[in-house]
């Protein structure tokens, strides 16, 4: 137990060591204090907004956008990374349209989404959705590609059925690439859902920190920024704890 907390300790020097330069650098006057307030002023207006319930309400709101549209995107990308990778006919077909797809950036789209869904909630969700299916669309046909033919070829000539083979050979050597891609996906969904709050929207936390910049309220700003990164943080160490749990033999073959 005591390694765990010197490993951790040293893991979170530096950030200490940032989070100190911010709260000295104001107050020495080494950055315009208007700019970038101290940390201290800007977990002080944190501390207001959580009091207040306005955060709660643009986390709801934020919250309800990035999951419905990243749901969404995994229960598309995954199957469908199965089945383009699994099928060389298909593929044939469908990677010179996904090439084309992927090329194209997507805040580019963005009024795309908007011209046929609005600037409610339908354009919002479609965004993510679409920025997010990618990562994890990719990451699964690489997985799926990346599983040596001999040990599916051994499988089968053990008398393994298809759904044995998929369930026990298949996925279990593919998840790996396809947690990647969800990981990749996740930080996608945040990144999209405050660029799509920050144009025709009332609630979330890319509109507190638009519209804080616009009335200069500064400190506000800031907090929003950091709740955004604390969610990330928190995000992608949740789906890591995940994956090692559903990965278990590929930590014993690693020690092995």
């Known amino acids: 137990m005591s390694d765990k ?3 951790g300790v040293e893991r979170s020097i ?3 060591l940032l989070l100190l330069a911010w709260e000295l650098c104001p107050r020495l006057g080494v950055v315009d204090p208007f700019l970038l307030p101290p940390l201290s002023l800007v977990l002080e207006r944190l501390f207001l907004l959580v009091q ?3 955060l709660f309400v643009h986390l709801v709101a934020s919250f309800q956008r990035s999951f419905g ?3 969404l995107a995994l229960l598309f990308s995954i199957p469908a990374g199965f089945l383009i990778a699994w099928s060389r006919s298909f593929r044939k077909y469908v990677d010179p349209v996904l090439q084309v797809f992927r090329s194209i950036p997507i ?3 963005y009024p795309v989404f908007i011209l ?3 600037l409610g909630e339908a354009s919002k969700i479609s965004v993510i959705f679409y920025g997010s299916l990618w990562p994890t669309l990719l990451n699964t046909i690489t997985g799926v590609n990346g599983i040596d033919p001999l040990l599916v070829k051994s499988a089968r000539s053990m008398g393994i059925s298809s759904i044995g083979l998929f369930f026990k050979v298949i996925l279990p050597s593919a998840l790996p690439s396809i947690f990647t891609g969800i990981r990749l996906s996740a930080a996608s969904a945040i990144l999209l859902l405050i660029a799509a709050e920050m144009l025709g929207a009332r609630r979330g936390m890319g509109y507190l920190i638009f519209y ?3 009335k200069f309220d500064i400190p506000e700003m800031f907090g929003g920024i950091l709740v955004i990164a604390f969610v990330g943080l928190l995000l992608n160490y949740t789906l890591v704890y995940c994956e ?6 590929k930590q014993a073959a690693k020690e092995d």
């Open 5 to 7: 907390i010197v490993y």
């Open 14 to 16: 530096l950030i200490l």
């Open 52 to 54: 207040s319930g306005k």
């Open 69 to 71: 549209g990243f749901v």
């Open 107 to 109: 805040l580019a789209l």
């Open 116 to 118: 046929f869904f609005g």
């Open 212 to 214: 804080s910049e616009e």
């Open 244 to 249: 090692k749990r559903l990965t278990v033999w």
